[in-house]
Structures are given as structure tokens and as C-alpha cells.
């Protein structure tokens, strides 16, 4: 798992840990233990949820939002503001 890099904790810093968000190849190479940087409050998990490219995520169109009420929800929300008017 991917670490980012939060700057909080103890001094800001460990000697030898780059001070960045950490891929899972820099973890591998460095011979740093996940669980202590975390628990060290420099570093938290990042989770994926979606394997796609960042290109593909940034380009997709959002889907199109409900309304927030029915039509039928509308009209009875009317008429109740009409009898309370009169």
C-alpha cells in the first residue's frame, strides 16, 4: 500500500525517509516498516478504489443528478403552503 506523506507527528521528520508521499516500490527499497510509519503519525494509507488511469477518471462525465424531489413531492409541498396561508 502507498503511504502520504501528513507532516504531522513527532518532528516533522525520520533520518533516512524521504519527507514525501511514498510509493509501494519506496517502501520496498528503503526496507521501512508500513505499520511504524503509520503509527509514527508522518505517513497514512492511501486505498484505491478505482484501477482506472487518472486521464480516464478526469475526462468522465458525472452522472447526472435527481432532482431533490418528485414532482408529486413538489405539489404537496405547494398545496401545504397554500392552506397555510390561508
Known amino acids: 500500500m502507498a503511504l502520504k506523506y501528513t507532516g504531522g507527528g513527532y ?3 525520520i533520518n533516512g525517509v524521504p ?3 511514498l510509493t509501494d516500490e519506496d517502501i520496498k527499497r528503503l526496507g521501512l516498516d508500513e505499520d511504524a510509519l503509520i503509527k509514527g503519525g508522518l505517513y497514512a494509507p492511501v486505498f484505491y478504489s478505482d484501477t482506472r488511469p ?3 477518471l478526469e475526462s ?3 452522472k447526472s443528478a435527481k432532482p431533490a424531489y418528485s ?3 413538489k405539489r404537496v409541498v405547494r398545496s401545504s403552503k397554500a392552506e397555510s396561508e390561508d
Do not use: I
Request: proline fraction near 7%; avoid cysteine; aromatic fraction near 0%.
Open 54 to 56: 487518472l486521464s480516464e
Open 11 to 13: 518532528g516533522g521528520a
Open 71 to 73: 414532482d408529486k413531492a
Open 19 to 21: 519527507a514525501r508521499d
Open 60 to 62: 468522465s462525465e458525472p
